[in-house]
């Protein structure tokens, strides 16, 4: 292998036909507001834990809805339950109510 | 929408091609990378069409590259298109005909540009008159390369000697039509099919016997880009984007890339290389690499030119696979001569993927 000084990065195609959608599915079951997010990054941008990680409301729901499921669980982990971004969300969305609803599926879904 | 709802709509993209006395532009970095490309185009056009093609020595690249990367700025730029307009008036042609898809979108962008702000075209007349005592006027007909070897697909198909057709199966070759993204992504107008359904190449394939691939990212960008390259730290966005288009058209098989743009044809040729020896992959049938030709080079090969004396040795990914499909008769110990024969030797340091 010859080292050119550059990498390609992964691909990051998502095939919808083939995602893998059945965490949406039941989050959606549970907590209707899930399908109410329209992504506008209120929650993302008022997010405490946010400010010192990586961690993005927003994006979570992104994985979920591309079928990125593993990914969702981890990320949901650093949420701190602060619960401001339900006060900003402009469609009412229960942010907090849905993390905590992807950590109980993680016990669930995990074989 | 049913395609054939998509084929109507773009359908009334369609563009007036001249049908004789063409002023031949060069590409800077095409005929540098493949040589024989240009050849094979003048060739096809004078020889086998009967079609008056002048090459003017005097002309110069567009400086479309170093625009792109805000070397140049626009107003050098338009003055230096403007020169190679009052060249073509000079030698009496106004049929403009540049080989390179960057140039046909920088062409088309200052003509576009002239028409919303004549002021633009007034400033620029200035500046070639003072640089160069010179007065120009627009091309009556500007088109591409490609244009003028789709306007002539069934003439070149008549006198072909070979199809686009698998020699043992009968079976067409399945082939992926590349579209530069500057042919027609920012005046789809100009193109023949417009943006979105260009058939520029898919009407040649077509015409030459081989079957269209549509695959889900047919009309990404073939990771050239520009500045994704020219830097060496972006040079990873570069390979990325050739690497989604390999991965994305690897389950239809295809037997050959077809493109209209030196980039393209560059970039989808070298990056197979690259990628085999970063990640150990290859995209085509039986670990090798999927040929990439340009259009003229594909027509050259049906209408049964000498393989090596067009050039296609210059591609680091193999093309004889290609060859051996189709059929044609060449000699393989041709490969690396010089035009009188003489023996070039082996090139030194290059790895052809499963030569």
Redesign the interface.
């Known amino acids: 292998m010859i080292d050119f000084g550059y990498t390609p990065m992964p691909i990051t195609v998502h095939n919808m036909d083939k995602a893998d959608l059945s965490l949406a599915k039941w989050l959606a079951e549970r907590d209707e507001t899930f399908n109410h997010c329209i992504s506008c990054g209120s929650c993302a941008a008022t997010c405490t834990a946010g400010k010192f990680t990586d961690f993005s409301f927003r994006e979570l729901t992104h994985s979920i809805r591309r079928g990125e499921i593993s990914k969702a669980f981890s990320e949901s982990e650093k949420c701190m339950l602060c619960g401001k971004c339900i006060l900003v969300c402009p469609r009412n969305v229960n942010t907090r109510n849905i993390v905590m609803l992807i950590r109980k599926a993680n016990q669930i879904f995990k074989p | 929408m049913k395609k054939e709802g998509k084929k109507k709509i773009w359908s009334e993209y369609q563009k007036e091609i001249a049908d004789d006395k063409f002023y031949f532009v060069r590409s800077c970095i095409r005929q540098t990378f493949f040589p024989g490309s240009d050849t094979a185009y003048l060739k096809i056009l004078r020889d086998v069409l009967g079609k008056d093609v002048y090459e003017d020595p005097n002309h110069t690249t567009c400086t479309g590259i170093a625009y792109h990367t805000e070397v140049v700025p626009f107003s050098t730029i338009q003055t230096v298109v403007a020169r190679n307009f009052a060249l073509m008036r000079e030698n009496g042609y106004e049929n403009y005909t540049p080989s390179c898809v960057t140039s046909f979108g920088i062409y088309s962008e200052i003509l576009d540009t002239w028409h919303h702000f004549p002021e633009e075209k007034q400033r620029t007349r200035d500046y070639l008159r003072k640089a160069t005592g010179r007065e120009f006027e627009e091309p009556a007909n500007l088109v591409h390369t490609s244009d003028v070897i789709y306007k002539f697909r069934n003439e070149i198909a008549a006198k072909a000697k070979y199809r686009l057709v698998n020699k043992e199966t009968g079976e067409p070759l399945k082939v992926v039509d590349h579209i530069g993204c500057h042919y027609s992504k920012m005046f789809p107008s100009k193109g023949v099919g417009g943006a979105e359904y260009p058939q520029v190449l898919a009407g040649l394939v077509e015409t030459f016997g081989g079957e269209v691939i549509d695959y889900?990212?047919r009309r990404h960008c073939c990771g050239f880009g520009f500045r994704q390259y020219f830097v060496?730290?972006?040079?990873?966005?570069s390979?990325?984007a050739s690497?989604?288009k390999f991965?994305?058209m690897e389950p239809y098989k295809p037997d050959l890339i077809i493109t209209n743009c030196p980039g393209c044809n560059y970039f989808m040729d070298r990056w197979q290389y690259?990628?085999e020896?970063?990640?150990?992959k290859t995209y085509g049938a039986n670990g090798e690499g999927i040929p990439v030709l340009s259009y003229e080079e594909v027509a050259g090969i049906v209408l049964g030119f000498d393989p090596w004396k067009m050039g296609l040795q210059m591609h680091q990914t193999d093309i004889e696979p290609l060859l051996k499909k189709i059929g044609v008769e060449y000699n393989p110990d041709d490969k690396y001569k010089g035009p009188n024969g003489e023996d070039l030797g082996l090139p030194k340091g290059l790895k052809f993927i499963k030569d």
């Open positions: 889900p990212e060496q730290a972006n040079r990873g966005y390979i990325s690497k989604k991965a994305s690259a990628l020896e970063m990640e150990g």
